[in-house]
């Protein structure tokens, strides 16, 4: 079974930064990918970004450069650093693996960007 925790959530104002990790565990099922996504009161979960066992990246077109997915395999942690946060980045924001068990789900950390 794999056990995600992410961390790193918390108040920032417009333009700061932020760094959310996610932790996983049950190393020995076989995975293909961790992904970020976020979800705002009132809205649909929304993905955010990608990386995969081979590094390779991707990102929701509203990141506009402004994140970076990376991933620490001596500590099994992915994490999304958050640069130029803006208002419309307040969500509570997800991480999820991909495995051969199916997808599995951390609880979330909540970003809030205001002045």
């Known amino acids: 079974q794999v056990q995600l925790v992410e961390s790193g959530g918390g108040s920032v104002q417009p333009g700061g930064s932020l760094r959310l990790s996610c932790a996983f565990s049950?190393?020995?099922?076989?995975?293909?990918?961790v992904k970020w996504y976020r979800q705002a009161p009132g809205k649909q979960r929304e993905w955010v970004a990608t990386?995969?066992?081979?590094?390779?990246?991707d990102y929701g077109d509203f990141v506009q450069g402004r994140f970076k997915i990376s991933r620490d395999d001596a500590t099994d942690t992915v994490h999304l650093q958050m640069n130029n946060v803006k208002p419309e980045d307040t969500a509570k924001y997800y991480c999820?693996?991909?495995?051969?068990?199916?997808?599995?789900w951390g609880q979330g950390t909540q970003v809030t960007v205001s002045l």
């Open positions: 999820r693996v991909d495995s051969q068990l199916g997808p599995f």
């Open positions: 049950g190393g020995d099922v076989p995975t293909y990918g």
């Open positions: 990386i995969l066992l081979d590094a390779s990246t």
